[in-house]
């Protein structure tokens, strides 16, 4: 049982390229999230969903997109990359009610 | 948007002391409140969770307080130890919506356990 899945670790893009972090539960949660933590500021919601074919924006969505085609799998997409979505990114699962299990995260740094 | 306010924002304690951290919200839909404990280079992971039908909950040496009227809650880490020394964040769901979905967190308090 692995939980939560991030790939990758660790990730540096110029300015303008795109990407796309990958995400992946097997815990079949319902709910999926992407947050990003910069220094200081806590963890901030980008995205979620909650259910396969259903997503919504959170606090930070601008610059980001993402799909949820199957319960597993949440991917989050970066579209012509800023300086300022250097951020480690936290995907996150959990059922109705429950608490969050989180991934061990994504440094992207853009440059 | 729900905003939640957490001090200290860093935290000293020596080993065998108290850690008290404190979180305070404007207004929620659904009584959910979990602390959630990050270590460097990992992801947050739930530690204790409270449903305000009590006014504490304690687990092992971890407790959290709330305080409906005040709209506080706290966490209390007794007779602190290094392996305690990690980021740790409350969150509480969003104002408009109900459910313990979509957590907005605090900005963290990094505790720091001296030997």
């Known amino acids: 049982n692995a939980g939560v899945t991030q790939t990758p670790k660790f990730r540096i893009l110029k300015i303008g390229q795109s990407m796309t972090l990958q995400c992946a539960q097997d815990m079949n949660h319902n709910y999926m999230y992407w947050y990003r933590q910069d220094p200081g500021m806590g963890l901030k919601l980008i995205y979620y969903?909650?259910?396969?074919?259903?997503?919504d924006k959170g606090e930070v969505p601008n610059g980001y997109n993402v799909s949820r085609s199957t319960t597993e799998d949440f991917p989050l997409r970066l579209e012509l990359a800023a300086p300022s979505q250097t951020s480690v990114y936290f995907c996150?699962?959990?059922?109705?009610?429950?608490?969050?299990?989180f991934g061990s995260g994504t440094r992207l740094t853009v440059v | 948007q729900q905003q939640v306010k957490q001090s200290p924002q860093s935290l000293i304690v020596q080993k065998g002391g108290i850690s008290i951290i404190n979180c305070a919200y404007e207004n929620t839909a659904f009584d959910y409140f979990p602390w959630y404990q990050q270590f460097p280079g990992k992801g947050p992971a739930l530690l204790i969770a409270?449903?305000?039908?009590?006014s504490e909950k304690k687990e092992g040496r971890f407790t959290i307080s709330f305080n409906k009227s005040a709209k506080q809650f706290s966490l209390h880490i007794m007779d602190s130890q290094p392996g305690d020394s990690a980021t740790y964040f409350c969150a509480t769901p969003p104002e408009a919506q109900g459910g313990s979905e979509k957590l907005v967190f605090g900005k963290g308090t990094k505790l720091t356990v001296n030997p």
């Open positions: 409270i449903r305000p039908d009590v």
């Open positions: 969903s909650v259910g396969a074919g259903i997503t």
């Open positions: 996150a699962s959990s059922y109705s009610g429950s608490g969050y299990t």
